[in-house]
């Protein structure tokens, strides 16, 4: 992977507020052209290595950097091929949305209007109507929509659909990846929502105690993480563990464990506990779990680019 | 439904009141302290006096025809004059010759009514004298009861002869009688009210005064003749009334009422005010201290209502409230605990001699009417009702917290005539409408709910989802004047442009708030020519709304942050450098707010020339802009420190107004009171200014600072 192509990229970032450490040493790499899911639980640390990237906040330690210029002091260069969406969209309510759209779009210099008219249409936001009375799945759309407008390289998105219904949801992502068809624009989102990012992801980064506990393409995740089965005739002791395991459970004479397959063989496995083993496929959401409520052994788990 | 199933009912109702509140600690601890201060003023030994259902000089029954004297022709020319029955003549020119009254004013044989006025007594340096011609039209009107004389002298012996000719039941003479001929008043036998202006309470006016077998109201104010140049009011001390002096006017057998204005209770706070007893009232509102307890009872009633309003909203704010029947209705008797406790403060004032229960009452519940009759409106579904309602609380806010002293300046005899219970319908009324109004707001409290659940999920008690199928309020800006968005262009790299692109995402425009509050300003001297006094205290008004605008500046600068900050995230990522981005809002808020800043201006400007000392001026403009300073502070710390911008305004607000007032009313009391006063409180204030000053200033840079490196990450 070449420098130049890396569009986002931390080295040992680190966030403090008032002696709580919410980012613990950020090392991560995004390449251009990517739809990146971020995921991870409520106060893992998501929205501040969104607002650390764009400058929003100010690192406590480490380097940010987006689109090959430090975060802190991006130039009017970089901002003008940058989007984002927050995770409440901050809209000016009394303004009509075409209006809102053009006062937006007076700040850049490539803004295509006809762009945003076709994006009002797809997704049915009347342009005529005040932007106050829009429900919330409309606002979020606009919001996006007019982070959209310039046509930026790098979109970043903070819970973008949170609060669309599943049909909205939906529509919402298929959009995303009509836009990252051009290899040129990268995406990266947050989200709870495993199946979006399923859906719609090529990689995936999960955020856990302030760490990336892992981040790589989303297959290969789900090919490296299975849960494994193993049964014997007599009962597993309950204290039973298996130190390179995500997670391990004791039910009678199974022995569930989830595991990552390059730092666990299963021959290895089935030999030492004299069982028969059954190798199950994980969804993300199960791997999520795994990863984010196992034991410690879940974060030493390497992606492509966690370094 | 009978009594006993509505006993049970009402004592279920209480119980649920009761147990709703019983686990507020705060809320008691509150309402202990609001009983403590009432307890701790309460005089049992003395009671409020009567309070007589009069006006202080009764009016005719029937209105008087109002005619400017160049009209009079005109006005002839229209009407019988036999038939008319009261008439005003205002603006008589003196300069007409002799005789100065119109001559055909001897054609009105039915008068019962005369009122007649100049138009300056000392205008040019001439005074307005009525002449013997004039005299013997009037002695034609020999069924005048009322006559009222503004500005208009006489020459000796002039007046002794009208009170000869008429049986006049009520005699007004304003700034019409010269203090010399005092002696002349004695041959009025048949008047009843006699209300006297710009003629001071000497021993010889008391004595003439007590010759007048039928007098029952008697009214005297010192008006304007002894103003000094200072504005302050020259009172030697041989002329100190003495309870000797009062004695004659104490006993005599029909005199009820004295209403002596406030140089007189200068003159009577001590010993003689005991002596007036029982036969005077007062304008004790005039005096210092009934006045600070007039404070103090408002202020305690802010206190008192901002605990139950905390208690409802935590009350309500659950979706029980939304859905269950009649889930508000016990909480109705709060309203009652309100006008319960009410109650005690008025009795708690009852020393205030002429001031009377139902109006004092509707003064203490003046803040919770005001306050719920404001959420009311905002549960409304039109935004322009919101907006307004916004626009007029915020307004008039500055005149809310100092309604009896700026009020006095304003409206002196509206007020004074109403706190004087001298009409108990329209303060009957009045107290009905606010208890109407707190119903209705109290009614509308789970409101809160879903507003804040929807508006302000941050803010909300309870973990609210967001309803996709609600929409969001939507707030228009207040003028869209910045020409057409949607031939917006890119601002192509100017600094102006992108300064006029952020005014644009502004929702406040601050000329339309001067431009409010100046037809505000507009209504009210409206008013007064309706209700036909002519303002001829304009000064003191504009003085006050100068005050009222510089409070204004306050909030508005307050919001304009709170609006910006929410949106700072989204616009810092706009193309442009994190220098130009601080710089360009900045100007923006800036350029939009310097309008504004001729609010305190013309406080400084109109203050001197209104009948304050421009010393006095300097130093209240430089308490407005400190305490200006002293709130944006308050609020941009308690956002800095917790992120609260919901309570970290209305606190500071609260407590921005709550110094004002009181230094308001310390010194409008100061300035009104007694020689001697305005020197020190000057003093004092100037003294307290620089700190304050310097506090509010070093304040508010370190909190621009604090913003600027936690919203903007610039040290």
């Known amino acids: 992977m070449s ?34 899911g971020l995921l991870g639980a409520n106060g893992s640390g998501k929205t501040t290595l969104i607002k650390c990237l764009l400058g929003l906040l100010k690192p406590s330690a480490g380097k940010s950097e987006l689109l090959g210029e430090p975060s802190w002091d991006l130039s009017v260069k970089a901002k003008d091929r940058l989007g984002y969406v927050p995770q409440e969209p901050a809209l000016l309510p009394w303004m009509p949305v075409q209006s809102h759209a053009n006062y937006v779009g007076a700040f850049y210099e490539h803004w295509s209007r006809d762009r945003v008219s076709r994006w009002l249409k797809v997704w049915d936001v009347d342009p005529k109507k005040q932007v106050g009375k829009l429900s919330v799945g409309q606002r979020q759309k606009l919001a996006t929509i007019l982070a959209l407008g310039h046509d930026p390289e790098l979109l970043i998105l903070d819970e973008p659909v949170a609060s669309l219904d599943p049909a909205a949801r939906r529509q919402f992502m298929q959009s995303l990846i009509e836009l990252a068809e051009d290899e040129r624009h990268t995406v990266l989102f947050s989200t709870h929502i495993m199946s979006d990012v399923e859906r719609v992801a090529s990689h995936v980064a999960i955020m856990h105690g302030g760490e990336i506990a892992y981040y790589g393409e989303l297959d290969q995740l789900k090919d490296r993480i299975k849960r494994v089965r193993l049964t014997r005739d007599e009962d597993f002791p309950a204290t039973t563990e298996c130190p390179l395991a995500i997670h391990s459970r004791v039910e009678g004479r199974h022995l569930l464990l989830s595991v990552d397959r390059d730092r666990l063989s299963y021959d290895e496995l089935a030999e030492r506990y004299s069982a028969k083993l059954e190798v199950i496929d994980l969804n993300l959401e199960e791997i999520f779990l795994d990863l984010c409520g196992g034991h410690e052994a879940a974060f030493a788990i390497g992606g492509e680019s966690t370094r | 439904m009978n009594a006993t199933a509505a006993k049970t009912r009402l004592r279920s109702q209480i119980w649920h009141v009761a147990a709703t509140y019983a686990d507020r600690p705060a809320f008691w601890l509150l309402i202990l302290v609001a009983i403590a201060m009432v307890a701790s ?32 022709d005109k006005f002839l020319a229209e009407h019988d004059p036999a038939r008319v029955r009261g008439l005003t003549l205002h603006n008589i020119d003196h300069s007409r010759g002799d005789p100065m009254l119109p001559p055909e004013i001897d054609q009105f044989t039915n008068l019962d009514a005369l009122s007649l006025s100049g138009r300056s007594l000392y205008k040019n340096g001439e005074i307005e004298l009525m002449r013997p011609a004039d005299m013997q039209a009037l002695a034609k009107l020999d069924k005048l009861t009322y006559f009222s004389n503004q500005f208009l002298t006489y020459a000796p012996g002039m007046l002794e002869q009208f009170g000869r000719e008429h049986h006049i039941q009520t005699l007004v003479l304003d700034r019409a009688l010269h203090p010399d001929r005092v002696d002349e008043l004695r041959s009025f036998q048949t008047v009843e009210h006699l209300e006297l202006k710009g003629v001071p309470l000497t021993p010889k006016l008391i004595d003439v005064v007590a010759s007048l077998p039928r007098l029952r109201i008697l009214t005297v104010e010192q008006g304007e003749l002894n103003l000094h140049q200072d504005h302050r009011f020259i009172i030697a001390d041989e002329d100190r009334l003495t309870a000797e002096d009062l004695r004659s006017l104490r006993e005599h057998p029909r005199l009820q009422w004295v209403f002596a204005d406030w140089p007189m209770c200068g003159l009577t706070q001590a010993e003689a005010r005991t002596a007036l007893s029982p036969v005077k009232s007062l304008l004790a509102h005039r005096s ?34 939304m859905v269950v029947p009649r889930y508000t209705r016990p909480h109705l008797l709060v309203p009652l605990g309100l006008l319960f406790v009410g109650l005690a403060l008025s009795r708690w004032l009852a020393p205030l001699e002429d001031v009377a229960h139902i109006p004092l009452l509707t003064v203490c519940l003046y803040v919770p009417m005001f306050l719920c009759g404001y959420y009311w409106l905002q549960c409304s579904h039109s935004v322009h009702v919101r907006y307004t309602a916004t626009i007029i609380f915020a307004l008039l806010m500055g005149l809310n917290f100092t309604p009896l002293t700026l009020g006095y300046d304003i409206f002196p005899a509206q007020v004074t005539w109403y706190l004087s219970g001298l009409s108990p319908w329209i303060s009957g009324s009045v107290l009905l409408i606010q ?41 228009p800006a207040m003028m869209r004047p910045l020409g057409d968005y949607d031939r917006l262009t890119w601002h192509a790299g100017s600094a102006w442009a992108r300064i006029g692109l952020w005014r644009r995402g502004l929702p406040m425009r601050a000329w339309l708030l001067l431009i409010v509050g100046f037809l505000l300003g507009v209504a009210m001297i409206g008013y007064q020519y309706w209700s036909g006094r002519v303002p001829k205290d304009i000064l003191p008004f504009a003085w006050a709304m100068c005050s009222m605008m510089a409070v204004m500046t306050a909030f508005v600068t307050t919001g304009m942050w709170v609006q910006r900050g929410q949106y700072l995230p989204v616009e810092f990522m706009r193309p442009m450098t994190r220098q130009q981005f601080a710089s360009d809002v900045t100007w923006a808020i800036t350029l939009e707010l310097w309008p504004l800043s001729l609010a305190p201006l013309g406080h400084l400007v109109v203050g001197p020339v209104s009948g304050h000392s421009l010393a006095a001026t300097l130093t209240l403009f430089v308490w407005s802009l400190s305490l200006i300073a002293l709130t944006i502070f308050g609020a941009l710390l308690f956002h800095t420190s917790h992120r609260k911008w919901l309570t970290g305004i209305p606190a500071t607000v609260i407590c921005f107004f709550s110094v004002q007032a009181q230094v308001v009313s310390y010194f409008a009391v100061s300035t009104s009171d007694r020689v001697g006063h305005l020197d020190e409180t000057i ?9 304050v000053a310097l506090i509010s200033a070093i304040g508010l840079w370190w909190s621009y600072r604090c913003i600027r490196e936690r919203e903007w990450g610039m040290g």
Do not use: C
Request: glycine share 4%; hydrophobic share 45%; charged share 15%.
């Open chain 1, 3 to 36: 420098p130049s192509n890396i569009v986002l990229r931390t080295e040992r970032l680190h966030k403090s507020f008032e002696n709580q450490e919410v980012l613990q040493g950020i090392n991560l790499e995004i390449p251009q052209g990517q739809i990146v």
């Open chain 2, 41 to 72: 003023g309460f005089s049992w030994t003395r009671r409020a006096q009567k309070v007589v259902r009069l006006a202080i000089v009764p009016r005719p029954w029937h209105s008087l025809e109002f005619v400017r004297e160049p009209e009079f």
């Open chain 2, 683 to 691: 003093t004092w204030l100037a003294g307290l200014t620089i700190p």
């Open chain 2, 288 to 321: 210092r201290k009934p006045q600070m307890r007039l404070s103090a009872a408002l202020l305690t009633m802010v206190i008192i209502t901002g605990a139950i309003a905390i208690q409802l909203w935590t009350q309500f704010v659950v979706p029980a409230a």
């Open chain 2, 435 to 475: 208890l109407l109004i707190m119903s209705i707001g109290i009614r509308h409290l789970p409101y809160a709910t879903r507003d804040l659940g929807e508006n302000y999920p941050a803010a909300s008690p309870l973990p609210f989802q967001l309803n996709q199928n609600t929409s969001q309020q939507a707030y």
